[in-house]
Every structure is written in C-alpha cells, then in structure tokens.
C-alpha cells in the first residue's frame, strides 16, 4: 500500500462546476501537504502549501488539511478549462526535504 | 527567465549505453532534487543535494549516479541504461531550509530502445 493514495481519475467536469480533489495518506507524521499541478508535458508547479490541519484559499483556489482522518482536498471554485491538468498531492514530514507524491488526478473541465 | 532549466529535452538513446542529464538553477537555492515519473505519473524523488552534499539517496540502482559540481547545478549519470529506465526525469530546488518549497524544472523525457 502507497503512503499517499489518489484517485487516479480522469475526472471531467464541465465549465463553472466545482471541483474536489482529494488524498488519503498512513504516515501520521506527515505535517506539509501541498497541491501541484502539472500541465501536459510540463513541471509540476505548486499551487498550494499547507501546515497541519486547516484551510487555506487562494483565489477559486481552497486546499483543506484533516489530519486527524490523514485526509486533504483541494477544491477549485468556478472550473475553467485551463484548469485541465494532472493534480498531485504531495506531503513532508517535520524537518524533512523529502516529498511524497500522490499518483495524481487527470482533470479535464469541459466547454 | 527559466528558474530551474534541464538538458536535454528528450534523450532516445540504446539499451546499454551511457547518458548524463543536466540541471541548473538560477534561484540561488542550496537544495536540488532529482525525481522520476513512471509512465501512470507517480513521482518519486531519487536523489537530493545540499550545498553539494548528497542528503537523500533513495533505493535506486548504483547505476544512477549524481553529481553536484556547485549548488546550482545538479546532474544525473545513468551507466547501461535498461528498458525500464525510460521516464520523464525531473530535477527541483528548494532553499533548503526543512520543510521549503521545491520547483521543478521542465522534465527530461528518457526513452531506452
């Protein structure tokens, strides 16, 4: 079993829905989440960096952080179709540098 | 201007044979990453540097070999490259303080015949 689950997708929405994107992990002493997205043949680029539990929005933008169910979700309000990319979770232990990634959901926001 | 640049591109190249891909950044960053994306995009970290010091070395074959010549540079030597090594390989930086946020460059997209 992977540290870091995620639903592979595709997931396809259309334009203006909302979108929710979600990660489980085992390692409790995961305490930075973070939220990547990758565009077709690009670099991961982040989006979002969280400490311990909470929300955080940025724009359309909201990343949310249970760590007592080891569960996060990022949500993307009003979908655009330049939103269609590859989104990766990705976690670090206090004092570390190692990031573990999730598998990535493919997202494609519709016309 | 490109904050973490890799070359080559694209590299096609013979099972057997010898490769090296480079990585610069122009972040003044202490931190590098190498990190390999598998062909179903699960991303996982190889290697990583600070300050020239090699920190994380995750269970890859000693076939893969880092070199640091300064911190800002970071490149990557396969020996007797495999089938299964093709991948897109990524190199990051970070400022290297725990916990720091790392950016990626473009990718090096690896295909061994």
């Known amino acids: 079993q992977k540290e870091v689950e995620q639903d592979p997708g595709p997931l396809s929405v259309p334009e203006g829905a909302i979108v929710s994107l979600n990660c489980t992990y085992s390692?409790?002493?995961?305490?930075?989440f973070m939220w990547y997205r990758q565009y077709s043949r690009k670099g991961p680029e982040l989006l979002m960096y969280?400490?311990?539990?909470g929300n955080k929005e940025d724009g359309r933008f909201t990343a949310q952080v249970d760590k007592s169910s080891k569960y996060i979700s990022l949500f993307i309000r009003d979908s655009q179709p330049s939103d269609s990319a590859t989104y990766l979770c990705?976690?670090?232990?206090?004092?570390?540098?190692?990031?573990?990634f999730g598998t990535g959901t493919q997202l494609k926001v519709e016309l | 201007d490109t904050a973490v640049s890799q070359t080559p591109k694209y590299l096609v190249t013979q099972m057997g044979n010898d490769k090296s891909i480079k990585c610069e950044q122009n972040?003044?960053?202490?931190?590098m990453y190498w990190y390999k994306q598998d062909s179903k995009k699960f991303l996982k970290i190889m290697f990583s540097?600070?300050?020239?010091?090699?920190?994380i070395n995750e269970t890859v074959p000693n076939r893969f070999s880092p070199k640091s010549p300064d911190k800002a540079h970071l490149n990557l030597h396969i020996n007797s490259l495999e089938l299964g090594d093709s991948a897109v390989y990524f190199c990051?930086?970070?400022?290297?303080?725990?916990?720091?946020?790392?950016?990626f460059g473009p990718g090096t997209r690896l295909l061994v015949l």
């Open positions: 990051a930086s970070s400022s290297g303080g725990a916990s720091e946020t790392q950016y």
């Open positions: 390692n409790s002493a995961f305490q930075y």
């Open positions: 969280t400490y311990s539990s």
């Open positions: 990705a976690m670090m232990k206090g004092g570390g540098n190692k990031l573990t």
């Open positions: 972040l003044g960053h202490d931190t």
């Open positions: 540097y600070n300050n020239k010091e090699l920190i």
